[in-house]
């Protein structure tokens, strides 16, 4: 009964004045009147400056101005951050600001992390330092440095573990970890044999030569290639890995793990060609550059 009242006077108010949904308060509480809008949050001051983990390189660590030195930075901030900027410092006091570094990308406005592979270059040997500086939005500023040695002198200068262990390879493929597992051991031989990054065919000529390289094999890529495809599949890669045994020998304490010095170590036996226990300049020097100087 009432219904059809109210409907009767919109379609009577329709006639003067229209008629719509919120003639169906007609009926309803009478509603308060609208508090008066509250103050939106206080803007929170932001004071706390961003926090800096470098991963790589570790600090006192060494490398040759000539290899390679992987940089892996990370930052957070509290409220937001901007890119977090790196310099290399060198003996004088001259600072660099390493540019060539990608950033990665996180769905955070808070956090930010930079990482590759840089080249020092030049003839100064020394002490350098990596700098790292964070900002946030509210310019707190902080920064991370990490003392690192660089070796300039001539290779053939060197004995061979100090080259080798600074040569900046290992640290290139042990994914910040300080070892090599079996897998990620043969995917760095994979990137040794695979001279161009490009693509991925290994060539027959260049496995016979890394064969003789390192032992003095002969024609393995014919040993490799088991079904004669004329590609190196992964399982071929395994496999052949397997049988030169270098994985076995050269984990000496049998952890499963390859660390830098086992590495060295491992390598020094096949590359001491003259058996008289040094690898002297004539026998690393053009090995360590081709297989290990990656960059
Ligand atoms: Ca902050
Ligand atoms: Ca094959
Ligand atoms: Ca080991
Ligand atoms: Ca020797």
């Known amino acids: 009964m009432k219904k059809s009242y109210i409907l009767l006077l919109c379609i009577f108010s329709i006639t003067l004045l229209g008629c719509d949904k919120d003639d169906d308060n007609l009926t309803g509480p009478i509603p308060f009147p609208s508090p008066s809008p509250s103050p939106g949050p206080t803007p929170v001051v932001d004071v706390t400056a961003p926090q800096i983990q470098v991963y790589d390189p570790t600090a006192d660590d060494t490398f040759l101005s000539i290899g390679a030195l992987s940089v892996y930075v990370y930052a957070i901030d509290n409220v937001a951050i901007k890119d977090p900027k790196v310099f290399l410092i060198d003996p004088t006091g001259a600072r660099t600001p390493i540019s060539s570094l990608y950033l990665n990308t996180f769905e955070s406005s808070k956090e930010r992390s930079l990482t590759g592979v840089i080249k020092v270059g030049g003839n100064l040997s020394g002490l350098y330092t990596i700098l790292v500086e964070a900002e946030d939005l509210s310019q707190n500023k902080s920064q991370v440095t990490v003392p690192v040695n660089i070796i300039a002198e001539d290779l053939a200068s060197l004995d061979f573990k100090t080259a080798f262990m600074a040569s900046g390879w290992f640290e290139q493929s042990d994914w910040n970890t300080g070892y090599l597992d079996l897998e990620r051991f043969n995917i760095a031989f994979y990137w040794i044999l695979n001279q161009n990054a490009w693509d991925y065919n290994i060539h027959p000529e260049y496995v016979d030569k890394f064969g003789e390289d390192f032992g003095q094999h002969k024609q393995l890529w014919s040993k490799w ?5 004329g590609y190196l599949e992964n399982s ?24 830098e010095e086992e590495l060295a170590d491992g390598v020094a036996i096949l590359w001491d060609v003259n058996k008289d226990n040094i690898v002297d300049a004539k026998e690393f020097v053009d090995k360590l550059t081709e297989y290990f100087l990656l960059l």
């Open 225 to 229: 290639d088991v079904n004669k495809n």
């Open 236 to 259: 071929e890669l395994n496999n052949g890995m397997a049988d030169l045994k270098f994985f076995e020998l050269w984990d000496v304490n049998q952890d499963k793990m390859i660390t």
